[in-house]
T-cell receptor
Framework: AQSVAQPEDQVNVAEGNPLTVKCTYSVSGNPYLFWYVQYPNRGLQFLLKYITGDNLVKGSYGFEAEFNKSQTSFHLKKPSALVSDSALYFC?????????????FGGGTRLMVKP | ETGVTQTPRHLVMGMTNKKSLKCEQHLGHNAMYWYKQSAKKPLELMFV???????ENNSVPSRFSPECPNSSHLFLHLHTLQPEDSALYLCASSPGTVTDTQYFGPGTRLTVL
């Protein structure tokens, strides 16, 4: 069973509007959660992570994500989208107890920001 | 951007060829990873080397063989591949603990004819 899911293959948003990219997980306990972004013809770049502490995590390029244990979600958000945010976004989880750094990725969500 | 490098960036090979992918990290990390990225499939972790000990995904076919001669270099040896092995192969490194961020290379685009 997949331990992390991204229910949307693509998200379309107009520049300047807020954006949300959804992620849910299905592991018990307190997982470690990550967001990565992939621009065309590039490797993945780290955006942010939740390990412990404050449920609201702020990351690179103005992105943030909120860990919601009751809804088992870790949605990625940004108040005002830029065209340059268009890319492929991956949510990833390491379930506890740790299993040798086995990061498991969701299927990815393509974000399209239109001018 | 240049913390993790991969060569070659593109590779086309026949099913009977033997080739190797190379990854090098310049970040002083202790763990290195190989991932496979196929169209319309989640990123798949193939192998992990942490402090030069190997952990592998048991679903990876034996035609893929990793080698980690030291903490800075990682190879993926390929032999008798199948067309379905065509994909983007990504290398990553991290300092070594489970909560560490992984840093990815640009990938090698492999096409098997």
């Amino acid at each position: 069973a997949q331990s992390v899911a991204q229910p949307e293959d693509q998200v379309n948003v107009a520049e300047g509007n807020p954006l949300t990219v959804k992620c849910t997980y299905s592991v018990s306990g307190n997982p470690y959660l990550f967001w990565y972004v992939q621009y065309p013809n590039r490797g993945l770049q780290f955006l942010l992570k939740y390990i412990t502490g404050d449920n609201l995590v702020k990351g690179s390029y103005g992105f943030e994500a909120e860990f919601n244990k009751s809804q088992t979600s870790f949605h990625l958000k940004k108040p005002s989208a830029l065209v340059s945010d268009s890319a492929l976004y991956f949510c990833a989880v390491i379930p506890p107890p740790n299993a040798g750094n086995m990061l498991t990725f969701g299927g990815g969500t393509r974000l399209m920001v239109k001018p | 951007e240049t913390g993790v490098t991969q060569t070659p960036r593109h590779l086309v090979m026949g099913m009977t060829n033997k080739k190797s992918l190379k990854c090098e990290q310049h970040l002083g990390h202790n763990a290195m990873y190989w991932y496979k990225q196929s169209a319309k499939k989640p990123l798949e972790l193939m192998f992990v080397y942490s402090l030069e000990e190997r952990v592998e995904n048991n679903s990876v076919p034996s035609r893929f063989s990793p080698e980690c001669p030291n903490s800075s270099h990682l190879f993926l040896h390929l032999h008798t591949l199948q067309p379905e092995d065509s994909a983007l192969y990504l290398c990553a490194s991290s300092p070594g603990t489970v909560t560490d961020t992984q840093y990815f290379g640009p990938g090698t685009r492999l096409t098997v004819l």
